[in-house]
């Protein structure tokens, strides 16, 4: 099962590249140690989701329904993908996912005219914050897994998953002109 983790990741991480890859691009530091660093602190975050989501995945294992939330789980993503209007993964901004997107908003600006040396893996932390249905599913999944420690490896894995594509995006991206980019992030989701 970890293995979807990290395949899912990486199949996703084309969303990302449309959702994140302006926050990528303005990720202060030239060097790939600054792009790790951002990668590194959005997986943190993740993991710190999967361990919080672990709890509510242990208490129903203990309880004996793991098999049952994993079905539910399993089907409750297949009908938000099938039958919502979110099928690219785009949430509203609303309620409890509007004051995270704002809280994120405020932190990250300054962070990116930082010239410190932790503000990419900070960026990175942030980042991970932000509303993302991707995250979400991810998520869902990570509940099934039964336990703390299982659902946080199931978000490290998620996590490690996107970076290559976000990593490679943000070596060559550069290259590329705005127009084009901007073209890019329309197309990807």
């Known amino acids: 099962m970890y293995w979807s983790a990290f395949v899912f990741g990486l199949l996703g991480s084309f969303h990302c ?6 926050i990528v691009l303005a990720v202060p530091g030239k060097s790939i140690f600054s792009k790790l660093l951002y990668n590194i602190g959005r997986t943190i975050t993740y993991a710190i989701m999967g361990l919080i989501i672990g709890i509510i995945g242990e208490g129903f294992s203990l309880a004996g329904y793991q ?77 099934a897994m039964g336990g703390m420690l299982e659902s946080s490896l199931y978000m ?22 705005p127009t084009i980019r901007t073209k890019f992030n329309k197309v990807v989701p």
């Open 67 to 143: 098999q049952s939330l994993s079905v539910i789980v399993g089907a409750a993503m297949l009908l938000i993908i099938l039958f919502t209007k979110y099928k690219h993964f785009d949430l509203p901004l609303s309620g409890a996912v509007s004051k995270i997107w704002i809280f994120s908003k405020n932190k990250l600006t300054p962070l990116f005219k930082s010239e410190s040396a932790i503000a990419p893996l900070l960026i990175g932390l942030i980042n991970g914050l932000l509303p993302c249905g991707l995250v979400y599913a991810a998520i869902f999944a990570a509940v």
């Open 17 to 22: 590249v449309g959702m994140c890859g302006p």
């Open 156 to 177: 490290i894995l998620f996590g490690l998953g996107t970076a290559p594509l976000l990593i490679a995006l943000s070596i060559f991206g550069n290259f590329l002109s």
